[in-house]
C-alpha cells in the first residue's frame, strides 16, 4: 500500500503535471454552457438564495447595525476626493429625455392651468373680483401683483362701474387665447433652463454634495434603510428573472462569445502561469496537501482501493 511520502509525491507529481497543461484543455464552451444552464436551474437558484444569499444579507445588515463607523471609512480619501471631484463636475440632461419630458401632455396641461390660473386670478382682482385665497401655484404667482391688483380694482370700480363684469369676460376669454397661444414657448423656455450649462453645473454641484453627504452617514443608518426593502418579494422575484434572461437568445450568444474570448486569451497559457499570475500557486500546492492529502491516505486505506490497486499492480 501508499505511505505517506508516496501519497505526497504523488500528489506534487499531479499538481505539476497539471500546472503543465494548457487552460483550453481544462475548460470546453459547450460544456461550460451546459453548466451554467444546470447551475442556474430556479430551484438551485432559490436554493442558494434560501442557504447561502439570505442569510449572509441578514448577518451583514446586523453587522452594519451594531458598528459605530460612518460609511466614509470604505473610500480612501484619494479615492473619496476623486469621486467627488467627478461627481461635482457639470452633469447636462440628455436633450432628447428633456424634449420627451417637457412635451409631455402631463407638463403641457401643467403649464396651461399655471398660466390661466395666474391670469385669471390677477384679471379678477384687477376688476374688482375676489373671494377665498386660491392655493394653486397659478394663484400663488398672481398674488405676488396684490398692491398693484388691489390698486387697478378701486380704480376700475370707480371708472368702469357695470362694465367691470362685461370687461372681466372679456379678458378672460382673451387670456384663453394667450394661454393656448404661449404654452409652446413656455414648454420651450422650460427646456432651454433644463439644457443649459447653469443647470448642468448646478446639478454637478448637488450631486457632489449629496455624495459627501451620503458618506457622513453612519453603517446602522444606511443599514436601516436596507432593511427595508421588500427582501423576500425580490427573493422570489429572482430565480424567474434569471431562468427567463438566461433563456433569451441574445443573452446566451453573449455570455458565449464572452466565455470564447476568456478561453481565446487564456487557453494557450499553462495553468501553472495563471496560478502564478494570480499568486495563488503555492497557495494552491498547501491546500491540496491539506485537504485532499488526508482524504486520499483515506481512500488508500479503502477495501475498495485495495482490490483495485492489487488488479493493476504488476
Not at 126 to 149: K, V
Amino acid at each position: 500500500m501508499l505511505d505517506d511520502a508516496a501519497i505526497a509525491s504523488f500528489l506534487d507529481l499531479s499538481f505539476d503535471h497539471l500546472c503543465s497543461r494548457k487552460v483550453k484543455e481544462l475548460v470546453d464552451l459547450d460544456r461550460a454552457i451546459r453548466s451554467i444552464d444546470a447551475a442556474l436551474e430556479p430551484a438551485r437558484v432559490a436554493d442558494a438564495q434560501q442557504r447561502l444569499v439570505s442569510p449572509a444579507r441578514a448577518r451583514l445588515i446586523a453587522r452594519a447595525k451594531a458598528s459605530a463607523l460612518r460609511v466614509d471609512v470604505w473610500l480612501p480619501a484619494p479615492v473619496r476626493d476623486l469621486i467627488a471631484e467627478e461627481l461635482g463636475k457639470p452633469a447636462p440632461l440628455p436633450p432628447k429625455l428633456v424634449d420627451e419630458l417637457v412635451g409631455s401632455e402631463k407638463v403641457r396641461d401643467e403649464v396651461r392651468a399655471m398660466l390661466s390660473d395666474t391670469l385669471q386670478s390677477f384679471i379678477k382682482k384687477a376688476t374688482g373680483g375676489g373671494g377665498e385665497q386660491d392655493a394653486s401655484p397659478g394663484a400663488a404667482a398672481a398674488r405676488a401683483f396684490g398692491f398693484g391688483a388691489r390698486a387697478m380694482a378701486a380704480a376700475g370700480r370707480g371708472l368702469l362701474g357695470g362694465l367691470g363684469d362685461q370687461l372681466e369676460r372679456t379678458l378672460q376669454d382673451k387670456v384663453r387665447d394667450f394661454v393656448d397661444a404661449s404654452v409652446a414657448a413656455v414648454q420651450q423656455r422650460i427646456a432651454k433652463k433644463l439644457t443649459s450649462d447653469d443647470t448642468a453645473k448646478e446639478l454637478g454641484k448637488r450631486r457632489k454634495k449629496a455624495f459627501l453627504a451620503f458618506l457622513e452617514k453612519t453603517e446602522p443608518e444606511v443599514a436601516a434603510y436596507v432593511a427595508k426593502a421588500p427582501h423576500d418579494v425580490i427573493d422570489a422575484l429572482v430565480p424567474g428573472l434569471v431562468q427567463h434572461n438566461l433563456q433569451r437568445p441574445e443573452l446566451r450568444e453573449a455570455i458565449k462569445a464572452e466565455i470564447k474570448a476568456a478561453i481565446d486569451e487564456l487557453g494557450e497559457d499553462e495553468v501553472g502561469a495563471l496560478l502564478d499570475r494570480l499568486g495563488q500557486r503555492a497557495l494552491a500546492r498547501e491546500a491540496m496537501h491539506a485537504h485532499v492529502g488526508p482524504i486520499a491516505k483515506d481512500f488508500v486505506a479503502t477495501p475498495a482501493f485495495g482490490a483495485w490497486f492489487a488488479a493493476v499492480k504488476p
